[in-house]
Structure formats: structure tokens, C-alpha cells
């Protein structure tokens, strides 16, 4: 079936660097998302994202997280700077469209923040 | 805002079981997924069923839209079932709401 990517599959970095997770989602999906799982706990809801611009994010979502797909590139989370609560799964995902369409999710990016 | 409920939490089965899995959902939704989280943490999607039955290999799901309940029913379980169920809704129809999962240990 159809695949997302994301690169790096693992991350590590000091706390206040900055990090930018990158995802490849399906070639003709519109909408994007990202998500995060703390180890061993729920997956939460960050972001959705569709024609450049932040549709809606959680409270997760702090001002130091930024997304961006420049044309049609890598769908890509930034935090800057990083904090040691960052350390968690990121997984991304994509869609063809909103509501009652499937979301395709990648492997996820383990971000370490030391 | 939607929430998601799964039960059992967990569930150890001896191979060649069936199990019944359940997701329960506070408001009404238009997408309903089914997800398999491996014990190394990566994420495979399973079933979309927002409403009805549908088969894949030994996995049905059966979503009852008007009662926000869904099952997952897993025939003659193997050893590599083992690892977590995770339900998701959409709420509002942009995200998807994640319950805690149901962790599955089948033994041999």
C-alpha cells in the first residue's frame, strides 16, 4: 500500500539544539500530521497541516514547534530549542483528504533530547 | 472533544485463541482506525472502518457508527500478534484520538 517515509528513523541531540524531523508522505496526499508518543504512553495529536499553512494543533503543539512543506518537498517538524520533555516518538502521517479518508502513518523519528 | 476507550487493557491468549477486542468512542465519527503497535514501538495501520464489517486475513472489524463502538476480532491468534491494539477516531475530522490500547500476549 502506500508508504510514508521519515528520516532519521533515530535522532539524539542536547537539549536546546535545534532538530528537524523530515517525512515523505504519499506522492498525491494533501494533508499532513504529526503526532507524538512519549515512551510507553499514548499517542496524542500535534498538528494538521494542508496548502502551507497549520489547519489545527493541540496544546502539545508549543511555540517552539514549526512545520513546513516548501514546494512540495519534505513535510517537516521543527523544534527550536529543544527540551528534554521533547524525547518521544514523532510519527507523521497523510491523507488524501479531511474527515472519512484513511491516514497513512510513517515509521516514526525516536528523538532523544539529552 | 472525542475520547477513546479500549478494552480489555490486556489480554494473554494461548495460540490458536480468538480474541474479542473493543473501542468505544464519545462522539460520533466519520473515520475509525485500527492500528498495530509492534513491542519496538513501529506503528502498522490495520483496518479503516468507520462503519460495518470488514475482513483482512484473520483480523474483522465491526463498527456500530450509532452506538460509537468498534471490535476487532482476531481469529486463531499466532505468537506474532503479540504486541498493542490501538483504536482512533476522528475528531472533528482533522485528528485522530488515540485510545490507550489493548496489549496482547499470545503464548505458544
Known amino acids: 500500500g502506500p508508504k510514508v517515509l521519515q528520516i532519521p528513523s533515530h535522532q539524539i541531540i542536547d537539549m536546546g539544539q535545534m532538530v528537524t524531523l523530515n517525512c515523505d508522505p504519499v506522492s498525491n496526499h494533501l494533508y499532513f500530521y504529526w503526532y507524538k508518543q512519549i515512551l510507553g504512553q499514548q499517542m496524542e495529536f500535534l498538528v494538521n497541516f494542508y496548502n502551507g499553512k497549520v489547519m489545527e494543533k493541540s496544546k502539545l503543539f508549543k511555540d517552539q514547534f514549526s512545520v513546513e512543506r516548501p514546494d512540495g518537498s519534505y513535510f517537516t517538524l521543527k523544534i527550536q530549542p529543544t527540551a528534554l520533555e521533547d524525547s518521544a516518538v514523532y510519527f507523521c502521517a497523510s491523507s488524501w483528504d479531511w474527515g472519512g479518508y484513511e491516514q497513512y502513518f510513517g515509521p516514526g523519528t525516536r528523538l532523544t533530547v539529552l | 472533544g472525542q475520547q477513546v476507550q479500549q478494552s480489555p487493557a490486556s489480554l494473554v491468549l494461548q495460540e490458536g485463541e480468538n480474541a474479542e477486542l473493543q473501542c468505544n468512542f464519545s462522539?460520533?465519527?466519520?473515520?475509525l482506525q485500527w492500528f498495530y503497535q509492534s513491542p519496538g514501538g513501529s506503528l502498522v495501520s490495520l483496518l479503516s472502518n468507520p462503519s460495518g464489517t470488514k475482513h483482512t486475513g484473520r483480523l474483522t472489524s465491526t463498527t456500530v457508527t450509532k452506538e460509537r463502538r468498534s471490535s476487532l476480532h482476531i481469529s486463531s491468534s499466532q505468537t506474532t500478534d503479540s504486541g498493542t491494539y490501538l483504536c482512533?477516531?476522528?475528531?472533528?475530522?482533522?485528528?485522530?484520538?488515540f485510545g490507550t490500547g489493548t496489549t496482547v500476549s499470545v503464548s505458544p
Open positions: 482512533a477516531a476522528y475528531q472533528g475530522g482533522r485528528a485522530l484520538i
Open positions: 462522539s460520533t465519527a466519520t473515520q
